[in-house]
């Protein structure tokens, strides 16, 4: 089992930078899967970025690559997304998210933290 917790959302203007963060508790946090997913009102939730247990591969969606990174520091169980060059289209509640299948895709993931409002102005 484990238990996470973002922070980090806030609202920017279109060009800024945020970095989210998601401290985990409970199982070790080396034995999952870990994701950021965002969902924007009246949209399906889309995974945003992944990553494998080791931290050896990671996803990225094509609308953000080259702008988002995905990381984890196993040692303070906490994972980051670090958004650069944010758009207003980037605006949504943000989840992270663990799991022990894939690591790309959605419906693997087990454990879901609250979500994170990020709201990006023109």
């Known amino acids: 089992q484990v238990q996470l917790v973002e922070s980090g959302g806030g609202l920017v203007q279109a060009g800024g930078s945020l970095r989210l963060s998601c401290a985990a508790s409970g199982r070790t946090f080396s034995s999952y899967a870990m994701g950021w997913f965002r969902q924007a009102p009246g949209k399906e939730r889309e995974i945003v970025a992944g990553?494998?247990?080791?931290?050896?591969?990671?996803y990225y969606a094509d609308s953000v690559k080259g702008r988002f990174t995905i990381s984890r520091d196993n040692a303070k169980n906490t994972m980051y997304l670090q958004m650069n060059s944010l758009k207003p289209e980037d605006t949504a509640v943000y989840y992270c998210?663990?799991?022990?299948?894939?690591?790309?895709?959605?419906?693997?993931?087990?454990?879901w933290g609250q979500g994170t409002q990020v709201t990006v102005s023109s």
């Open positions: 998210a663990a799991g022990s299948g894939s690591y790309y895709t959605l419906n693997e993931y087990d454990y």
């Open positions: 990553m494998s247990r080791s931290g050896s591969r990671t």
